[in-house]
């Protein structure tokens, strides 16, 4: 690549000259700015010692294309030149185009990997697009060649669902998504604020669009791989981002609290943070205090490595966190950390920091603090607070990257047990709390929206926030008691009112037990159906998570996670101890697993499975299955393994015709076959069944009926199906609902196919957890009902309290009404009408 060297008189032009060229071109392209003097009491001026240091602080063999101001600028250049070896000089070209448009075009061309000649020639034609616009010249003058990304460009439209938006873990997703195509020049723009477009690869750009529930964003995509990427993106947007949307939090309520006497004047009020009550000793944590020198350095490519050392050592211990979170709790909780990693890599950070130690030869540690400083204010800037909160975390993964850089430590938070008071806490912070020690965490700022809050609530430690400064006058040891759903802490509390608070925890360990064991019992209506609420999983983690929950078993393992992110598809070996870790999880409890549903909108890199005009209706799931059957039948004889232990069932998804089921059913029982001849145990039966999401496979469910085991209905898919609309489309969005009439009567049909012939059918898509639709898909005759897990308890609380043998009044208006509206409404009366 041909490097770029920037000189001028005054040294703060030239690196504004430098960050506009990085910002055009991107960080990789070899750049230095040099300009001034290296004297205090001289900024104006040029010093050849000092371009001749530019020159080869960036050498390449590619070569070096050289701008300049003016005057003393080309004489001290020229003079630089004449100290360097004689091989490189040949590779120097000193440059006469404008200093700021030259610098654009010659970055932009060295990105592109153009040759020394290519570059110096752009760089000299800077001006004709200026030129051309300004009416100085005829057009066709002005146009400038410029390699492009090869293919169309393309626009998608999505509505953001999210009810806190595009917040860290959701924007960290769709950067991780974009980050996949290398081919593919993907950007976004926040259409209903008017922000953007920005660089879809990089988290901070992304998450400072402030994008909230309901607002329109715009992605353009351009490349060869610009149609795989956004079917990727359009996948992710369909799953919400990956995000699991909890309820909006309640409304403030009155809660009853023991009467304060005049003992208690010294209790703190501070936001509710997690619920629970602690009395126990304050354990102060203290974190290291990280003193920052700022000083010039005359080595920046070593001082630049130091920074990229510390940066990966920070990177290792965010990944042992997520690592540890993820086992207490769940892969979602642990996302929290993929956006930490994802500012480890961000340009938004390191472009700053690169910038500042080559071209001012500024200290890797206050470069990359003013680099976070940057991107911090950018946060905080913003007008949503949820987001402004996530500046804290970029200061967090900055802070952990200084004290590597200076070889420190950041002391553990808890050593003994008692309960946590800090200033605030920082997601890894909460996550090396150990669970046998931490009775509680209160905390002088910080509030409930913060990673470490929301941590905080998943690992069900009580936890309070925001009390102010006086939390910080507390001693250690001084007894504390606090209630985490009220927001209060009581220093020394009277020895009435911490019994009183005694006895309340008591209490509230009973109800939570008695709703866990609610959750745990089969739901069942009043008048003795019995309905199965199953779990969609994609890990062994939600496995745990859905067992936890409730779920009666697993009625959707979506094992594409098992294929994505990866260079080569996992093998056999793999895929089995992952299938078998599942079902063993589940001690005993069914679980269904689907085969790759990949394809079209899910790309695999490994599978070149090739852009398609319309991925959602072109070759995907067990379509490129059959057509690569040994690939296919690894993961079969995998799941073939994992039955023969475990109460496996086998799922094929996106099956239109009887042709591709009676293939797909074939390939397995040839990869049962073959595990048996390898010695291998192998299941007596295998239960297998079909997705229902083509409206005709829904048409011809009788005929499916008489060869499958049972049915899956898998409604997200199949509403887009139906109503020839797609759910990520904002012009369509709101045909796109199950509710509607016609997707229920499809539903009820398959239903009744099943039942025919003493089969059975569930519902695994969205709606199958949509408290509203219950009612309706247990009417309609629905077997199992298969939900992500925190919908669980209250899905088999609305059974509990429905009564099957009169909700036939209620299917038959709504396959009668005209829309999903009026079904909606249908089923809120249903729902109010059953206590």
Same mark, same amino acid.
């Given at each position: 690549?041909?490097?770029?060297?920037?000189?001028?008189?005054?040294?703060?032009?030239?690196?504004?000259?430098?960050?506009?060229?990085?910002?055009?071109?991107?960080?990789?392209?070899?750049? !230095?700015?040099?300009?001034?003097?290296?004297?205090?009491?001289?900024?104006? /001026?040029?010093?050849?010692?000092?371009?001749?240091?530019?020159?080869?602080?960036?050498?390449?063999?590619?070569?070096?294309?050289?701008?300049?101001?003016?005057?003393?600028?080309?004489?001290?250049?020229?003079?630089?030149?004449?100290?360097?070896?004689? %091989?490189?000089?040949?590779?120097?070209?000193?440059?006469?185009?404008?200093?700021?448009?030259?610098?654009?075009?010659?970055?932009?061309?060295?990105?592109?990997?153009?040759?020394?000649?290519?570059?110096?020639?752009?760089?000299?034609?800077?001006?004709?697009?200026?030129?051309?616009?300004?009416?100085?010249?005829?057009?066709?003058?002005?146009?400038?060649?410029?390699?492009?990304? &090869?293919?169309?460009?393309?626009?998608?439209?999505?509505?953001?669902?999210?009810?806190?938006?595009?917040?860290?873990?959701?924007?960290?997703?769709?950067?991780?998504?974009?980050?996949?195509?290398? #081919?593919?020049?993907?950007?976004?723009?926040?259409?209903?604020?008017?922000? #953007?477009?920005?660089?879809?690869?990089?988290?901070?750009?992304?998450?400072?669009?402030?994008?909230?529930?309901?607002?329109?964003?715009?992605?353009?995509?351009?490349?060869? %791989?610009?149609?795989?990427?956004?079917? $990727?993106?359009?996948?992710?947007?369909?799953?919400?981002?990956? *995000?699991?949307?909890?309820?909006?939090?309640?409304?403030?309520?009155?809660?009853?609290?023991?009467?304060?006497?005049?003992?208690?004047?010294?209790?703190?009020?501070?936001?509710?943070?997690?619920?629970?009550?602690?009395?126990?000793?304050?354990?102060?944590?203290?974190?290291?205090?990280?003193?920052?020198?700022?000083?010039?350095?005359?080595?920046?490519?070593?001082?630049?490595?130091?920074?990229?050392?510390?940066?990966?050592?920070?990177?290792?211990?965010?990944?042992?966190?997520?690592?540890?979170?993820?086992?207490?709790?769940?892969?979602? &909780?642990?996302?929290?950390?993929?956006?930490? =990693?994802?500012?480890?890599?961000?340009?938004?950070?390191?472009?700053?920091?690169?910038?500042?130690?080559?071209?001012?030869?500024?200290?890797?540690?206050? $470069?990359?603090?003013?680099?976070?400083?940057?991107?911090?204010?950018?946060?905080?800037?913003?007008?949503?607070?949820? =987001?402004?909160?996530?500046?804290?975390?970029?200061?967090?993964?900055?802070?952990?990257?200084?004290?590597?850089?200076?070889?420190?430590?950041?002391?553990?938070?808890?050593?003994?047990?008692?309960?946590?008071?800090?200033?605030?806490?920082?997601?890894?912070?909460?996550?090396?709390?150990?669970?046998?020690?931490?009775?509680?965490?209160?905390?002088?700022?910080?509030?409930?929206?913060?990673?470490?809050?929301?941590?905080?609530?998943?690992?069900?430690?009580?936890?309070?926030?925001?009390?102010?400064?006086?939390?910080?006058?507390?001693?250690?040891?001084?007894?504390?008691?606090?209630?985490?759903?009220?927001?209060?802490?009581?220093?020394?509390?009277?020895?009435?009112?911490? $019994?009183?608070?005694?006895?309340?925890?008591?209490?509230?360990?009973?109800?939570?037990?008695?709703?866990?064991?609610?959750?745990?019992?089969?739901?069942?209506?009043?008048?003795?159906?019995?309905?199965?609420?199953?779990?969609?999983?994609?890990?062994?983690?939600?496995?745990?998570?859905?067992?936890?929950?409730?779920?009666?078993?697993?009625?959707?393992?979506?094992?594409?996670?098992?294929?994505?992110?990866?260079?080569? &598809?996992?093998?056999?070996?793999?895929?089995?101890?992952?299938?078998?870790?599942?079902?063993?999880?589940?001690?005993?409890?069914?679980?269904?697993?689907?085969? =790759? *549903?990949?394809?079209?909108?899910?790309?695999?890199?490994?599978?070149?499975? /090739?852009?398609?005009?319309?991925?959602?209706? #072109?070759?995907?799931?067990?379509?490129?299955?059959?057509?690569?059957?040994?690939?296919?039948?690894?993961?079969?004889?995998?799941?073939?393994?994992?039955?023969?232990?475990?109460?496996?069932?086998?799922?094929?998804?996106?099956?239109?015709?009887? /042709?591709?089921?009676?293939?797909?059913?074939?390939?397995?029982?040839?990869?049962?076959?073959?595990?048996?001849?390898?010695?291998?145990?192998?299941? +007596?039966?295998?239960?297998?069944?079909?997705?229902?999401?083509?409206? $005709?496979?829904?048409?011809?469910?009788?005929?499916?009926?008489?060869?499958?085991?049972?049915?899956?209905?898998?409604?997200?898919?199949?509403?887009?199906?139906?109503?020839?609309?797609?759910?990520?489309?904002?012009?369509?969005?709101? =045909?796109?609902?199950?509710?509607?009439?016609?997707?229920?009567?499809?539903?009820?049909?398959?239903?009744?196919?099943?039942?025919?012939?003493?089969?059975?059918?569930?519902?695994?898509?969205?709606?199958?957890?949509?408290?509203?639709?219950?009612?309706?898909?247990?009417?309609? /005759?629905?077997?199992?009902?298969?939900?992500? +897990?925190?919908?669980?308890?209250?899905?088999?609380?609305?059974?509990?309290?429905?009564? &099957?043998?009169?909700?036939?009044?209620?299917?038959?208006?709504?396959?009668?009404?005209?829309?999903?509206?009026?079904?909606?409404?249908?089923?809120?009366? !249903?729902?109010?009408?059953?206590?």
């Amino acid at each position: 690549m041909v490097a770029i060297v920037i000189v001028s008189h005054s040294a703060r032009l030239a690196q504004g000259a430098a960050e506009l060229a990085r910002g055009m071109a991107g960080p990789d392209v070899p750049l !230095a700015a040099v300009g001034g003097l290296d004297l205090p009491d001289q900024p104006l /001026g040029t010093d050849a010692a000092l371009i001749q240091k530019a020159i080869e602080s960036v050498y390449q063999p590619d070569g070096v294309v050289v701008l300049m101001d003016l005057g003393s600028a080309i004489l001290s250049t020229e003079m630089a030149l004449e100290a360097l070896p004689p %091989e490189q000089r040949e590779r120097i070209a000193l440059c006469e185009a404008p200093l700021v448009e030259g610098a654009l075009a010659a970055a932009v061309q060295s990105r592109l990997g153009a040759s020394l000649a290519q570059v110096l020639a752009e760089a000299r034609g800077a001006l004709a697009p200026k030129a051309a616009q300004l009416g100085l010249v005829p057009p066709d003058q002005s146009a400038v060649t410029a390699a492009v990304p &090869a293919g169309p460009a393309l626009t998608l439209e999505l509505a953001v669902r999210n009810r806190l938006g595009l917040h860290a873990r959701p924007a960290a997703r769709l950067v991780q998504t974009a980050g996949q195509f290398a #081919g593919a020049d993907v950007h976004l723009r926040n259409v209903t604020a008017g922000r #953007g477009p920005v660089s879809a690869k990089s988290i901070n750009a992304v998450a400072t669009l402030g994008v909230r529930q309901g607002q329109i964003v715009e992605i353009t995509a351009a490349g060869l %791989e610009a149609e795989a990427a956004l079917a $990727a993106l359009q996948r992710l947007a369909d799953d919400n981002f990956g *995000d699991v949307d909890e309820p909006a939090p309640p409304a403030e309520r009155v809660v009853a609290r023991p009467t304060v006497t005049s003992g208690e004047a010294g209790s703190l009020l501070g936001l509710p943070v997690s619920p629970g009550i602690a009395l126990g000793p304050a354990r102060l944590f203290q974190p290291a205090v990280l003193a920052i020198p700022t000083h010039r350095i005359d080595n920046p490519q070593a001082e630049w490595d130091r920074l990229l050392a510390a940066l990966e050592r920070t990177r290792a211990q965010i990944q042992a966190a997520r690592t540890a979170v993820a086992q207490r709790t769940d892969r979602y &909780a642990a996302a929290i950390f993929d956006a930490h =990693l994802l500012f480890l890599d961000d340009e938004a950070l390191r472009g700053p920091a690169r910038a500042a130690i080559f071209d001012e030869r500024l200290n890797a540690a206050a $470069a990359w603090q003013r680099a976070v400083d940057s991107v911090s204010a950018a946060y905080q800037a913003l007008d949503d607070d949820y =987001l402004r909160v996530r500046a804290a975390d970029v200061a967090d993964v900055g802070r952990q990257a200084l004290l590597n850089l200076s070889n420190g430590h950041s002391p553990a938070p808890l050593t003994q047990a008692g309960i946590v008071v800090a200033g605030d806490l920082s997601p890894a912070d909460m996550a090396a709390l150990d669970p046998s020690l931490v009775m509680g965490v209160c905390t002088a700022y910080g509030g409930p929206t913060s990673h470490a809050a929301i941590l905080a609530r998943t690992l069900g430690v009580p936890a309070v926030a925001g009390l102010g400064p006086g939390l910080l006058a507390v001693a250690e040891g001084t007894v504390l008691l606090m209630d985490g759903a009220t927001g209060q802490v009581w220093p020394e509390p009277a020895a009435a009112l911490a $019994a009183d608070y005694v006895r309340r925890a008591e209490a509230e360990r009973s109800t939570k037990a008695a709703a866990l064991a609610a959750s745990a019992a089969p739901a069942v209506t009043r008048d003795g159906r019995r309905i199965e609420i199953a779990a969609n999983i994609g890990s062994v983690a939600d496995a745990q998570a859905a067992l936890a929950a409730g779920a009666e078993g697993v009625g959707l393992f979506r094992t594409e996670f098992v294929f994505l992110d990866r260079r080569a &598809a996992p093998d056999e070996e793999e895929q089995y101890a992952i299938y078998r870790a599942a079902a063993a999880g589940l001690e005993g409890r069914p679980v269904i697993i689907r085969t =790759l *549903d990949a394809g079209g909108d899910k790309p695999l890199p490994y599978l070149d499975l /090739g852009p398609e005009a319309n991925p959602f209706l #072109g070759w995907r799931a067990v379509r490129v299955c059959l057509d690569r059957p040994e690939f296919f039948k690894v993961q079969l004889r995998a799941i073939v393994r994992a039955a023969a232990e475990f109460p496996v069932r086998v799922m094929f998804p996106m099956v239109a015709t009887l /042709g591709e089921w009676r293939q797909a059913r074939d390939l397995l029982a040839e990869a049962r076959a073959e595990t048996a001849a390898r010695g291998l145990p192998v299941p +007596a039966s295998l239960e297998t069944g079909i997705m229902i999401e083509i409206p $005709a496979a829904a048409l011809r469910a009788k005929q499916f009926a008489a060869e499958v085991d049972f049915f899956s209905i898998g409604t997200n898919d199949l509403t887009q199906y139906v109503m020839a609309a797609e759910r990520g489309n904002p012009r369509v969005a709101a =045909l796109a609902d199950s509710f509607h009439p016609a997707v229920l009567d499809l539903i009820g049909r398959v239903a009744q196919a099943a039942h025919g012939l003493g089969k059975w059918a569930g519902v695994c898509g969205e709606f199958a957890g949509d408290p509203l639709a219950v009612p309706l898909l247990v009417g309609l /005759g629905i077997d199992e009902l298969s939900m992500s +897990a925190p919908a669980i308890p209250r899905a088999k609380a609305i059974v509990r309290d429905l009564e &099957a043998g009169r909700l036939g009044d209620l299917v038959e208006r709504a396959l009668a009404a005209e829309t999903a509206a009026d079904v909606r409404a249908l089923a809120r009366q !249903a729902v109010r009408s059953n206590p």
